[in-house]
């Protein structure tokens, strides 16, 4: 069973920092392509970011010089660090996995508030 568990998210302020993890289980993590989305309130789920199983990564625009997404494979988990947060990086993130036919596989998500 493919479990896919998104943690770190929170309340920060304007200009701050969070670091979001997504911890993998029930896959052969080193080969999927994980990728990190998002959805604000009445908006439809867009793409964040992804990174290959080589390492090479892929940013929307949006975010491009603020996030980095990195993987860890011996802890089956990929991250997103987010710096310089806006009020519009508010949303649910989560976390996507994917190798040719298999998946996506989504988490849960979790909560990024950006507010003073």
């Known amino acids: 069973q493919v479990q896919l568990a998104e943690s770190g998210g929170g309340l920060v302020q304007p200009g701050g920092s969070l670091r979001l993890s997504c911890a993998a289980s029930?896959?052969?993590?080193?080969?999927?392509?994980m990728g990190w989305y998002r959805q604000a309130p009445g908006k439809e789920r867009e793409l964040v970011g992804f990174?290959?199983?080589?390492?090479?990564?892929t940013y929307a625009d949006s975010v491009k010089g603020r996030f980095t997404i990195s993987r860890d494979n011996g802890k089956n988990t990929v991250y997103l660090q987010m710096k310089g947060l806006k009020p519009e990086d508010t949303a649910v993130y989560y976390c996507?996995?994917?190798?040719?036919?298999?998946?996506?596989?989504w988490g849960q998500g979790t909560q990024v508030t950006v507010s003073s």
């Open positions: 996507n996995a994917r190798f040719l036919g298999r998946g996506p596989y």
């Open positions: 029930g896959i052969i993590f080193s080969i999927y392509t």
């Open positions: 990174i290959t199983s080589s390492r090479d990564t």
